[in-house]
């Protein structure tokens, strides 16, 4: 409540921004109370509108007394003093605040109270007597500097401007008086003009605009996200009492702002308040704040878009860590506990160098991101520190070191790193000799991410978190008052479910939790109801829910449909253990036993295979990249260890080190074939090396990721051979393409575009590991190329690929690419995205649509061709597209689908012909990835 909470959430304000912020204790009243919802209100006079939705819950009286700032001055209007703060303001009249003490009043009015309805009007008053009117528009000023946006006095306020709509057209209902709706519309005119032109709007896109809760003519937009979803909280009740279609199109506009913006207020650990300066929002106060916010635009909008950050934003609620710290500066007052970025004076310090911080997450996660968020001057910033990691909190490891840092806020990628433990050796700071941290935000991926649940805008409360459904303590229960509503529960990921269990602890829940109906969905859009059945009806603890099913699910909903209050307990899902990527690792490494003993092909010649050779090129190279792709799945370093050994094993039998001389009766340095060339004569293609180089090359990025100590000479050692064995092809490249050798059919003739693509994927690596310019040259000329000679569009808007070029002509033909070629081509166009390099995220998702609509089509099943014609021959390459589900979902599930339902394969792939091992079990692999990586 608010008295309860006033005195840490003041000094949070005064602190980090305006004064109008106070805002934030209206809606974290409103979200802590469950006595004050709309839908409890009794309208006495009906005629009158209903109270504004985001009135404080709190009493006109408790507002007034359990805030020392607050007063009434002779007249009973609100005063508030800000005492020597803002360049000694003193007491002021803060319109901001006098409209939301006049929404307390009117909601008591409506609810009875007949003589707070002067009490009301003395506030409405003061804003009609108070406000400045300028070329037809109406804004109400704050004459006091506000430093933190760089305001000089005065400024006006978005947010104080769509409040004060609602309290006027109010004011009107009850008067008559045709002045409060004047004044209303020349203040809703603020909301079409411009910022820099005396109004609070900042235009994002031709279509869109961002409302600024602290403006003025001269000054930067800062983008605060209250003030602007409030701004938009006004503009809504504002169009619900006029039917103004100006302003249905201002909200509008303001919805597509903050759709297109959105992204940039995720902080990874919390939201931010504003982008300029990037503030951050404190767990419990602002960013609860913001997630109920989104909860509400997702009502009044129903696009998922706001849901699924609302849902984003919660989850950094989640208590991720427990501390323990070398000491304290102050231990009472500024300890361990203050390491959970609650900002303000909440934050850590110690002035003895060296210090630490160790971070337990209690269990093992695979870590992909780690922020440390700092606070105070810029002097207390940590400047020298190692980042360590353990799983047992002894055996250190994957240190990275910073030096000379001087950042509030410092973010470092971590590939995937398998801990449970995370340890900060903090040196030295920028020189205020006592380092200052507030807490840190730990992204980790899809296996290690706990469930988030949110129920729906009006019964969403802190007081009453959501999240106890899925704490996994059955002693804990979330409370639904009025059996109303919905809860939804997001899995992070795409899951196949057998069980779904609802539990509650409380006997006369028994009938009441019959009366809700039970949803399932894979994107929010779309939702399949379940029938449920009761589980166990003991006297200990009731189930209801589904079990021994097999449903496909991200979202779970519970949509309740009756009157009554209910406790629950606890909501359990159990996965379909096939599915998971336990099974799919296992399933991973009986098929690595079964090719060779383990040992793949890596001691054959490319030339070797069935039945068409090149089996380095062709089989070995998907096996390498399997092993990449399953120690980034699952931290497991014996899969890197395997990586390398057949590394070692692949170079070994490069034609120059076993003195095998090709055509012209050369030493190369790649790996040769005399199949499918003229005259069965001994050549070395374009493809074949960057087939077999691009795996190589990518365990030089793991171990430099990673820092594996123990593989640093052979680091170094495989970069400069594979580096031969790319320089050896420069004959074979002609300004913007690769040519075949010159002998093979005749000069100059143009190689397929999945051979071009196969060596593109080894460009870019080398690129990154080396920095050579001239690799990153020709990776763009040749993406440049591909797209622009081999991409056509569909009829359903996906792309497709065409296979190459007329030989003798050099002109594109029109065949189709099938499904296993295009795989290095659509999977060169990823890295070309990842990189910045002609491929866009657009790009990708119609290749994503293509492969998709295949698997729709055809009962996730994959014809021969990407167009969609021809047999199935081919289908089990398919599951290389799982990169693709980073774009699609879907495409992940389709391949589920199709290899455990129709091709068996955990039952059939052993009996496969050879060379098709290493395709199924890079399928596996990227299956595997996915799981744990993606968003």
Same mark, same amino acid.
């Given at each position: ?7 840490? +959430? ?60 607050? #007063? +009434? ?47 009301? *009007? ?30 000089? #006095?005065?400024?006006?306020?978005? *947010?104080?401007?769509?409040? $004060? ?7 009107? @209902? ?25 109004? !609070?709007? /900042?235009?994002? =896109? ?11 003519? %001269?000054?930067?937009? =800062? ?19 006029t039917k103004n279609p100006l302003v249905q199109k201002a909200f509008d506009r303001g919805v597509k702002a903050l759709k297109e913006k959105l992204d940039e207020y995720d902080a990874k650990g919390t939201s931010y308040y504003s982008l300029n300066p990037k503030i951050l929002a404190p767990r419990g106060g602002y960013n609860i704040q913001h997630v109920h916010q989104l909860l509400w635009l997702y009502k009044v909008t129903n696009d998922p878009y706001f849901l699924q950050y609302a849902f984003m934003f919660y ?7 427990? !501390? ?5 500066? %102050? ?11 609650? &900002? ?45 990691? @353990? ?26 790193? #398998? ?38 805008? %009006?019964?969403?409360?802190? $007081? ?31 899951? &196949? ?60 909903? *519970? ?48 030339? %070797? ?76 293609? !374009? ?108 009829? /359903? ?82 599951g290389q597209y799982a990169f693709l589900s980073e774009f699609d979902e879907e495409i992940y599930t389709s391949i589920i689908d199709l290899f455990f339902n129709h091709l068996k394969i955990d039952k059939t792939a052993k009996y496969m012909q050879e060379d098709w091992w290493g395709t199924v079990m890079l399928g596996l692999s990227r299956l595997a990835l996915f799981e744990n990586t993606f968003e």
């Amino acid at each position: 409540m608010l008295g309860v909470e006033n005195k840490e +959430l003041n000094d949070l304000i005064f602190r980090i921004s305006a004064p109008i912020i106070v805002i934030t204790l209206l809606i974290l009243c409103l979200a802590s109370d469950t006595s004050f919802t709309n839908s409890s209100v009794t309208t006495i006079v009906k005629e009158f509108p209903a109270s504004y939705l985001y009135t404080p819950r709190c009493s006109s009286d408790d507002y007034i007394n359990f805030n020392p700032i607050f #007063s +009434l001055d002779e007249n009973g209007v609100l005063v508030t003093d800000y005492g020597e703060k803002y360049n000694k303001a003193g007491k002021i009249y803060n319109p901001l605040f006098i409209a939301c003490y006049a929404n307390i009043l009117y909601r008591e009015f409506l609810n009875g109270d007949y003589e707070k309805k002067l009490k009301f *009007l003395c506030q409405t008053k003061w804003l009609i007597e108070n406000c400045v009117e300028r070329d037809g528009i109406v804004v109400w000023k704050y004459n006091f500097n506000n430093d933190k946006f760089q305001a000089k #006095s005065p400024w006006i306020s978005g *947010l104080t401007q769509g409040v $004060a709509l609602g309290v006027l057209t109010r004011a009107y @209902s009850i008067t008559n008086d045709s002045r409060y709706l004047e004044i209303a519309d020349k203040a809703f005119k603020t909301f079409l003009t411009d910022m820099d032109k005396g109004g !609070v709007r /900042t235009s994002v =896109s031709n279509e869109s605009a961002f409302y600024e809760e602290v403006a003025r003519w %001269d000054i930067p937009s =800062s983008k605060v996200l209250n003030g602007h979803i409030g701004a938009l909280v006004g503009l809504w009740d504002y169009y619900q009492y006029t039917k103004n279609p100006l302003v249905q199109k201002a909200f509008d506009r303001g919805v597509k702002a903050l759709k297109e913006k959105l992204d940039e207020y995720d902080a990874k650990g919390t939201s931010y308040y504003s982008l300029n300066p990037k503030i951050l929002a404190p767990r419990g106060g602002y960013n609860i704040q913001h997630v109920h916010q989104l909860l509400w635009l997702y009502k009044v909008t129903n696009d998922p878009y706001f849901l699924q950050y609302a849902f984003m934003f919660y989850s950094y609620e989640q208590c991720q860590y427990e !501390v323990k710290v070398k000491g304290a500066t %102050d231990p009472k007052g500024h300890g361990k506990d203050n390491l959970y970025l609650q &900002f303000g004076s909440r934050y850590w310090s110690h002035n003895q160098f060296p210090t630490w911080v160790e971070l337990d997450l209690e269990e093992q996660k695979f870590i992909s991101k780690f922020t440390i968020f700092s606070g105070g001057l810029e002097k207390a910033f940590p400047k020298d520190y190692d980042i360590s990691f @353990s799983l047992d909190g002894e055996r250190w490891y994957h240190t990275i070191e910073i030096r000379n840092s001087c950042s509030q806020i410092n973010s470092h990628e971590i590939d995937n790193i #398998s801990a449970r433990f995370i340890k900060v050796d903090i040196f030295d700071d920028n020189g205020n000799k006592n380092v200052v941290l507030t807490g840190f935000g730990i992204e980790v991926l899809k296996k290690s991410r706990n469930p988030v649940a949110l129920t729906d805008f %009006d019964h969403f409360s802190s $007081a009453n978190p959501p999240l106890k459904l899925v704490d996994n303590d059955i002693s804990t229960a979330w409370i639904n008052y009025d059996g109303n509503g919905w809860v939804i529960i997001d899995l992070n990921e795409i899951k &196949f479910l057998e069980e779904i269990n609802i539990q509650s602890k409380i006997k006369d829940n028994k009938e009441a939790l019959r009366f809700f109906n039970l949803y399932i969905s894979t994107n929010m859009i779309d939702w399949q109801e379940i029938t449920t059945e009761i589980l166990n009806n003991d006297e200990s603890i009731f189930q209801i829910g589904i079990r021994d099913k097999i449903l496909k699910a991200r979202y779970i909903k *519970l949509e309740f449909k009756q009157t009554i209050s209910l406790n629950i307990n606890e909501i359990y899902i159990n996965e379909k253990e096939k599915y998971t990527t336990n099974y799919i690792c296992k399933l991973f490494n009986e098929l690595d036993n079964n090719v060779n003993n383990g040992k793949g092909y890596s001691e054959y010649l490319n030339t %070797d295979g069935f039945p068409t050779g090149a089996l380095l090129a062709w089989s070995e190279s998907y096996l390498m990249q399997a092993y990449a792709n399953m120690y980034r799945a699952t931290g497991d370093i014996k899969y890197l260890d395997k990586l390398h050994d057949h590394i070692e094993s692949v170079l070994s039998n490069r034609d120059d080190k076993i003195e095998i001389k090709d055509y012209k009766n050369e030493l190369v340095p790649a790996w040769g074939t005399d199949r499918n060339t003229k005259d069965r004569e001994w050549m070395h293609f !374009v493809a074949h090396t960057g087939m077999i180089t691009y795996p190589i090359l990518d365990f030089v990025k793991l171990v430099r990721e990673s820092g594996i100590e123990k593989y640093y000479d052979s680091d170094l050692s495989f970069l400069q051979q594979v580096e031969e064995s790319i320089e050896y092809h420069n004959k074979n490249w002609k300004i913007d393409h690769y040519i075949y050798p010159e002998d093979f059919y005749k000069r100059d003739y143009i190689i397929p575009i999945s051979q071009q693509a196969a060596m593109g994927r080894s460009l870019i690596l080398i690129y990154e590991l080396t920095g050579k310019e001239e690799y990153l040259n020709k990776t763009k000329y040749l993406a440049r190329f591909i797209k622009d000679n081999s991409i056509k569009e569909n009829d /359903t808007g996906g792309f497709i690929l065409r296979q190459g070029f007329i030989p003798g002509k050099n002109t594109p033909e029109s065949k189709i690419v099938d499904i296993s070629h295009a795989t290095a081509t659509i999977h060169f166009a990823y890295l070309c995205y990842k990189n910045n390099i002609v491929f866009d995220k657009k790009d990708m998702q119609k290749f994503a649509k293509t492969i998709k609509q295949l698997a729709i089509n055809n009962n996730n099943r994959f014809p021969k061709f990407l167009d969609g014609t021809g047999n199935f021959d081919y289908e089990v390459t398919a599951g290389q597209y799982a990169f693709l589900s980073e774009f699609d979902e879907e495409i992940y599930t389709s391949i589920i689908d199709l290899f455990f339902n129709h091709l068996k394969i955990d039952k059939t792939a052993k009996y496969m012909q050879e060379d098709w091992w290493g395709t199924v079990m890079l399928g596996l692999s990227r299956l595997a990835l996915f799981e744990n990586t993606f968003e």
